[in-house]
């Protein structure tokens, strides 16, 4: 039982992760149609800049919320200089412009930051909790609680405030939602900064656990994408939903079988996804009509 | 008239070809360096790469060898043999070197063996699998200690205080995976049992599924970890973090001052085989390595303000070694110079007492490798085991 709590535990923490990064893939896919491979590079740069703003002397927490600030600048910058310029595009050329923009702010990471590897110190200290046996730590219990803070807020800003209804609007349908007055090109726009700022804030709170450097994003961006198709891509619900199933996968074939093929788990749940369940497990259907 | 034109006019030639000779005779020495200087291994490739740049520009002041200037060539394979291996075939067929002294992994030296068997350019290798230099290999050497050494030096250490179960978790990288094939070979010689193995990916962020197993496993006493960069270290915290209290071991890959930061608290307490450069300041005054490893570690620290680590004290061997066999090849002839580096014997570095044979294009033996512990985030040196 602790076994099983124990690799709960971490398929948790590390699907927190996923889902953040899912939920960022279908805000912005929901929003444009867009599947930003960027997203992952998103979490390295909020993880990045706090280490290097906290190795300048600036104090943690200022320092992560300037790194979650220029993150979210970034994903704007992305979307009004790389998206924008090429919005009448195909879907796949404005998908290779995002992996193009990821390849880009990595090579930035690298001549902007350094190559190596860094930590942040945990918030609530190192010293696991024991919970039935399991050793958790602090830090995860706070990746967890800030996953689902977001999430929540996220929700209430969609369906409680007029901005949010306008982004399910251009979501539904961009040019019904253009023509009853919505500038379109704003709500997409928001969803590109809402996206960096959700990786942002994770890759803050998980960088302690997981360590960072300049391409952690690439491989994140991967298994979070695998996540957001698992969960239903255009399904908020189903992205976290994803994440979390994803992680708990991990997890338990690392444990449970062998921990050899556990990078592959996600490419294997994305091939099986998209041969056998394409919608995902909560993504609704495609209706036409004729 | 016209005839002395013509007459000047050769002279001048003739002059500009002889100085041009002239000049080319002093041509430099080029030295290619493949090093994983970005990516996982960044902690060894990066001293590496500083080591290499701060020697050669020491020696060219100094005159260079045998008059001739070096010129180094550095690419950065960020940790990927596939990129080794093209780079390595730039630098044979592109920059057309005399030497090379590089492969920061054991996957990139590999990787890149064949390109200077094929070329017969000596490369001195900078990893530390055994299978580099077993079965030897004509034009390859390397100077780190071997993946089976360090298990000899742990295993050493652990009959020392009577442990005799261990478990096994490896990374899957080319070391990782080479040093633990070797660990498993060589634990009956010394009475080990390996009770336990697990792996993790040297990409992966969270090794608690893997250790939670070993915890569980009742009969292991101490727990051995082989690999190399991230990946240890993040072993270290989940090691602490689960409480397994067993002694834990890691290889000599993670003999740099970042694994101790990158680990933190965790690493107080685990044992590893390493080059008495960690220790130099430490060692006894009679000790033949002191005022090598003394020199290095003091002028690498003022040179780029880090704390000095085992992988660039390779580099050091690596390019000292080239060197000496170069100014007694009195040249940069291939044959001649790996004729001699086969010769180099008593050479003094910070990995150990180096002597070559036709046999052994390591030259060293367990007395090279250190026990170290961490203690306070500093490494000690733990009296020698009986081995």
Redesign the interface.
């Known amino acids: 039982m602790a076994e099983f709590l124990q690799f709960l535990s971490s398929g948790l923490t590390v699907g927190s992760v996923y889902a953040l990064v899912a939920l960022g893939f279908t805000l912005i896919y929901n929003a444009s149609n867009v599947i930003n491979f960027a997203q992952g590079e998103f979490v390295m740069l909020g993880g990045m800049s706090t280490v290097f703003l906290a190795l300048a002397g600036v104090p943690l927490p200022i320092a992560a919320l300037i790194a979650v600030i220029v993150t979210t600048a970034i994903g704007l910058a992305l979307y009004r200089f790389a998206i924008e310029p090429a919005r009448d595009a195909s879907a796949v050329s404005l998908i290779m412009i995002t992996i193009g923009a990821s390849i880009f702010l990595r090579g930035l990471a690298q001549v902007v930051f350094d190559k190596r590897f860094h930590s942040l110190p945990m918030i609530f200290g190192a010293e696991p909790l024991r919970i039935g046996g399991a050793a958790v730590l602090p830090q995860s219990l706070v990746v967890l609680g800030g996953a689902t803070t977001i999430v929540l807020l996220l929700w209430a800003f969609i369906d409680r405030t007029i901005l949010g209804k306008a982004v399910i609007a251009t979501a539904v349908n961009r040019l019904a939602a253009r023509l009853v007055g919505i500038d379109t090109r704003r709500i997409i726009g928001l969803s590109f900064a809402i996206s960096a700022a959700i990786g942002a804030v994770a890759g803050v709170l998980v960088t302690p656990i997981t360590l960072t450097s300049y391409d952690v994003g690439t491989l994140l961006a991967v298994k979070a994408f695998a996540a957001a198709m698992l969960g239903g891509i255009g399904s908020a619900l189903g992205a976290v939903v994803g994440g979390l199933v994803l992680g708990m996968l991990e997890a338990f074939s690392a444990g449970y079988i062998s921990s050899k093929y556990k990078d592959a788990v996600a490419f294997i749940v994305l091939l099986a996804v998209l041969l056998a369940m394409p919608r995902g497990l909560l993504g609704r259907g495609k209706i036409e009509r004729v | 008239m016209f005839v002395l034109h013509r007459v000047l006019a050769t002279a001048a030639c003739t002059l500009a070809i002889a100085v041009a000779t002239g000049l080319s005779a002093s041509a430099q020495i080029k030295i290619g360096a493949v090093l994983s200087?970005?990516?996982p291994a960044?902690?060894l490739g990066?001293p590496e790469k500083k080591t290499l740049e701060m020697y050669v520009d020491e020696i060219n002041a100094k005159g260079g060898v045998n008059g001739q200037k070096l010129q180094l060539i550095v690419y950065d394979d960020g940790g990927d043999a596939n990129n080794a291996r093209t780079f390595a075939t730039r630098l044979v067929e592109e920059d057309k070197i005399d030497a090379m002294v590089g492969g920061t992994s054991t996957g990139s030296t590999l990787a890149m063996i064949p390109v200077f068997e094929d070329a017969q350019i000596p490369f001195i290798s900078l990893a530390g699998a055994i299978q580099i230099v077993q079965p030897v290999r004509k034009w390859v050497f390397k100077t780190p200690h071997t993946d089976k050494m360090a298990c000899e030096k742990i295993f050493a250490d652990l009959k020392q205080r009577h442990l005799t179960a261990i478990a096994i978790i490896s990374g899957?990288d080319a070391f990782g995976k080479s040093m633990r094939d070797q660990c498993v070979a060589v634990a009956p010689n010394w009475g080990i049992t390996v009770v336990h193995e697990?792996?993790?990916?040297p990409?992966?962020?969270?090794?608690?599924?893997?250790l939670?197993?070993i915890r569980?496993k009742a009969d292991v006493q101490a727990v051995v970890n082989t690999g190399f960069?991230?990946g240890p270290?993040?072993v270290t915290?989940g090691y602490?973090?689960?409480?397994i209290g067993v002694p834990l071991y890691e290889s000599h890959g993670v003999a740099s001052k970042?694994y101790i930061?990158?680990a933190?608290?965790?690493a107080d307490g685990v044992r590893l085989p390493a080059a008495a450069l960690l220790v130099a300041e430490k060692l006894p005054d009679n000790d033949l390595q002191k005022p090598v490893v003394v020199a290095y570690s003091r002028a690498y620290q003022q040179k780029t303000g880090q704390a000095v680590s085992t992988f660039g004290g390779h580099a050091y061997d690596g390019m000292m070694i080239l060197v000496q066999a170069m100014q007694r090849a009195q040249g940069a002839d291939k044959a001649k110079v790996r004729d001699e580096i086969e010769r180099t014997k008593g050479y003094v570095g910070t990995g150990g007492i180096v002597n070559m044979s036709p046999t052994d294009h390591l030259g060293l033996d367990l007395s090279a490798f250190r026990m170290l512990e961490i203690k306070n985030g500093d490494w000690t040196l733990v009296p020698d085991a009986k081995s």
């Open positions: 200087v970005t990516g960044s902690f990066d899957t697990e792996s993790y990916g990409r992966d962020s969270d090794m608690t599924p893997q939670t197993n569980n960069g991230q270290a993040i915290r602490r973090q689960l409480n970042q930061e990158l933190g608290t965790a």
